[in-house]
């Protein structure tokens, strides 16, 4: 088995330390002074809008980008002084497969077995290991160019797990998997961090940080505006959810001014568009707009008051909604 780098003595119990970190593009402030500390064995989770700088910031921590200012250890290693050591410590997966697509998958996985060091059967069977852990055995002897977008995933992911990192950079983890596919890599990463692997991921889908993430940060053009446990951050907002359902969804429109214009807060429409979720700062301030809609002869099919979802805090925090990322990806 091959040796990843060992930590120097007397590191700390982070995994990540990272102080003012800064990247520039032009005039693009793609990340602009981070604070990061993230302990050994938790899955953090880093969130935010397209463009908000997340990628950008796994891309330096990586060592794929020289900071413009700040510093970062990497369990224990300086990003400037020893990046080589860093790079021996982490493994990390992009938004994109970076796979050979005339090779098959098994061949993939064997040559960088050969790669980190594996020798003979050593490489074969640690191909054929990850194999059977992603679902991929039965499609190991087709070329990468005829498998489907999530079986490409799986098998990028897979690659990146050649050898077990001490850090594991996950950016999108599970975009183009199906639910059932999501899940299995969910159960991956969860093992991943009980055997004491770090792991920094970005996602776009709420529900992942949700179940993952021990601790999640929020990032927005490029500065981290809040940070804390699920929980934490859905209590930071201080207010609760008022979720409405209209009858007739040719009247969202009325209704999101009508809401806004009482409450102060712009509502959050569904991606069906008749139901909107709103926060409100009292019950008094709930039972005012629905008054109101009534009032306006808006009929509702259905409503409810309650604790805010994580993906209402992220809308709440940054007023965008989460949505997949397109094909350009993030900064």
């Known amino acids: 088995m091959p040796d990843t780098a060992v930590p120097p003595a007397g590191a700390s119990i982070l995994a990540i330390e990272a102080r003012g970190l800064a990247k520039h593009f032009g005039d693009v402030r793609a990340v602009d002074g981070i604070d990061l500390d993230v302990p050994r064995g938790m899955i953090f989770g880093i969130l935010g809008p397209n463009g908000a700088g997340k990628t950008t910031l796994l891309r330096m921590l990586a060592t794929l980008l020289p900071p413009d200012a700040g510093s970062a250890k990497v369990l224990g290693f300086d990003l400037k002084e020893s990046p080589h050591e860093v790079r021996g410590s982490i493994a990390m997966t992009g938004q994109f497969a970076s796979l050979d697509e005339d090779l098959t998958g098994r ?5 960088l077995a050969r790669l980190w060091g594996f020798r003979g059967q050593n490489a074969k069977k ?3 290991d990850l194999l059977t852990a992603f679902d991929l055995a039965d499609a190991a002897s087709k070329q990468v160019k005829d498998y489907s977008g999530g079986m490409r995933r799986r098998l990028d ?3 990146s797990l050649v050898v077990t ?3 594991l950079f996950l950016d999108e983890p599970t975009t183009g998997l199906d639910p059932m596919a999501r899940k299995s890599v969910w159960r991956m990463i969860r093992s991943l961090s009980e055997a004491g692997v770090t792991i920094l991921l970005t996602t776009q889908y709420l529900e992942e940080a949700d179940q ?3 601790r999640i940060a929020v990032i927005d053009h490029g500065r981290k505006i809040a940070e804390g446990t699920s929980r934490e951050l859905k209590a930071a907002t201080g207010s609760g959810f008022l979720h409405l359902t209209l009858v ?4 969202v429109e009325d209704a999101e001014l009508m809401l806004e214009e009482i409450t102060g807060n712009k509502p959050q429409r569904s991606s069906e568009g008749a139901a909107l979720s709103l926060m409100v700062d009292t ?3 709930a039972n005012r707009a629905l008054a109101a809609l009534i009032a306006a002869n808006i009929e509702l099919a259905d409503f409810s008051m309650g604790a805010p979802s994580l993906d209402e805090v992220f809308f709440a925090l940054t007023g965008q909604i989460t949505e997949p990322k397109n094909a350009e990806g993030d900064v």
């Open 107 to 111: 061949e993939n996985l064997i040559l």
């Open 126 to 128: 640690r191909a054929d």
């Open 212 to 214: 993952l993430a021990a």
């Open 283 to 285: 019950p008094q301030n």
């Open 248 to 251: 007739d969804a040719a009247r």
């Open 157 to 159: 992911i897979a690659a």
């Open 165 to 167: 990192p001490g850090v």
